[in-house]
């Protein structure tokens, strides 16, 4: 497939075309051809750092022409098993990890989450966070959760979160079981965590993230339960292949044992 858009955000015009490809690049080898005023030049879907500083373009790529719905998806989920258990949503405090520009956050306020705290390991997502979606997180940190500095870590310990998201950024050399362990163990217990994975990488033999084992022994041994599971196409790669993930909503019961870890990388 073939395709060129152009988009008038903000101020910043640009185009994006993706290229004729024979046959289904891996989603973190995508890429497509972006053209901004006189210069043209390749953009690596998974290099979101370019992507970030473009206004418009994480969107444009993603939402727009790639159709990814994850983000409704979750916290649709997530909302459906708050109202089953009677929990208010105004009552979340939520930490979304991996939060990008905002697109989650931004869906968590529309179900009337008011206290979020996002964190990305790149400062661009912080800056475009800042820029696109002001209003939705309350503090951003742009650190690296398996070697944070000392006042994140601290500011992270003391704020009282409730809820874990983290969506579309489990695998593919993004939050590895350490970065999401130390995440999930911020959270109180009992709490809430929602988050998605690609398919392939919760089914034994297929995955090399650690996620499928990791999830599974949260599960076995009463560290998470899982509430609603969904499977559902997250996006359209740029042949048009649907490409699925599972989408789950679940209670933190327990923090992870962090003598687990090793197992898992
Ligand atoms: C596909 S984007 C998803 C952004 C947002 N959650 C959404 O759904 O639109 C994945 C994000 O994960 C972030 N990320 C990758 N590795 C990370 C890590 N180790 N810790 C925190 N964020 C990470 C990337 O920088 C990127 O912003």
Same mark, same amino acid.
């Given at each position: 497939m073939s395709k060129s858009n152009s988009l008038e955000h903000t101020d910043v015009v640009f185009s994006v075309r993706f290229p004729n490809v024979d046959e289904t690049l891996d989603q973190?080898?995508?890429?497509?051809?972006?053209?901004?005023? &006189?210069?043209?030049r390749r953009v690596r879907f998974h290099d979101y750092n370019e992507v970030y500083q473009v206004p418009g373009? $994480?969107?444009?790529?993603?939402y727009e022409m790639l159709k990814c719905n994850s983000p409704?998806?979750?916290?649709?989920?997530? &909302?459906?098993?708050?109202?089953?258990?009677g929990f208010d949503a105004r009552k979340l405090n939520v930490l979304d990890v991996g939060a990008g520009n905002g697109m989650v956050g931004e869906r968590l306020k529309f179900m009337g989450v008011s206290e979020l705290?996002?964190? %990305? !390991?790149?400062?661009?997502?912080?800056?475009?966070?800042?820029? &696109?979606?002001?209003?939705? $997180?309350?503090?951003?940190?742009?650190?690296?959760?398996?070697?944070l500095n000392p006042e994140t870590h601290q500011a992270l310990e003391t704020?009282?979160?409730?809820?874990?998201?983290?969506?579309?950024?489990?695998?593919?050399? %993004? !939050?590895?079981?350490?970065?999401?362990?130390q995440a999930y163990?911020? !959270?109180?217990s009992p709490g809430w965590c929602a988050f998605n994975i690609k398919e392939s990488?919760?089914?034994e033999g297929n995955d090399d993230t650690g996620f499928c084992k990791l999830i599974r022994k949260m599960?076995?041994?009463?560290?998470?339960?899982?509430l609603a599971q969904e499977r559902y196409q997250h996006r359209i790669a740029i042949d048009g292949a649907p490409l699925h993930y599972i989408a789950i909503a679940a209670k933190k019961l327990k923090d992870i044992p962090k003598e687990w870890l090793p197992e898992f990388e």
């Amino acid at each position: 497939m073939s395709k060129s858009n152009s988009l008038e955000h903000t101020d910043v015009v640009f185009s994006v075309r993706f290229p004729n490809v024979d046959e289904t690049l891996d989603q973190d080898k995508e890429w497509c051809w972006l053209t901004l005023g &006189d210069e043209r030049r390749r953009v690596r879907f998974h290099d979101y750092n370019e992507v970030y500083q473009v206004p418009g373009l $994480y969107e444009k790529i993603f939402y727009e022409m790639l159709k990814c719905n994850s983000p409704e998806v979750v916290c649709r989920l997530l &909302d459906g098993e708050l109202k089953k258990a009677g929990f208010d949503a105004r009552k979340l405090n939520v930490l979304d990890v991996g939060a990008g520009n905002g697109m989650v956050g931004e869906r968590l306020k529309f179900m009337g989450v008011s206290e979020l705290v996002g964190i %990305d !390991i790149i400062k661009e997502a912080k800056m475009a966070a800042e820029r &696109d979606r002001p209003d939705v $997180y309350k503090d951003y940190f742009a650190e690296d959760l398996t070697d944070l500095n000392p006042e994140t870590h601290q500011a992270l310990e003391t704020e009282p979160f409730n809820c874990l998201t983290t969506v579309a950024a489990l695998g593919f050399g %993004d !939050i590895p079981p350490r970065a999401f362990t130390q995440a999930y163990n911020y !959270i109180a217990s009992p709490g809430w965590c929602a988050f998605n994975i690609k398919e392939s990488f919760l089914s034994e033999g297929n995955d090399d993230t650690g996620f499928c084992k990791l999830i599974r022994k949260m599960s076995r041994e009463g560290v998470l339960e899982i509430l609603a599971q969904e499977r559902y196409q997250h996006r359209i790669a740029i042949d048009g292949a649907p490409l699925h993930y599972i989408a789950i909503a679940a209670k933190k019961l327990k923090d992870i044992p962090k003598e687990w870890l090793p197992e898992f990388e």
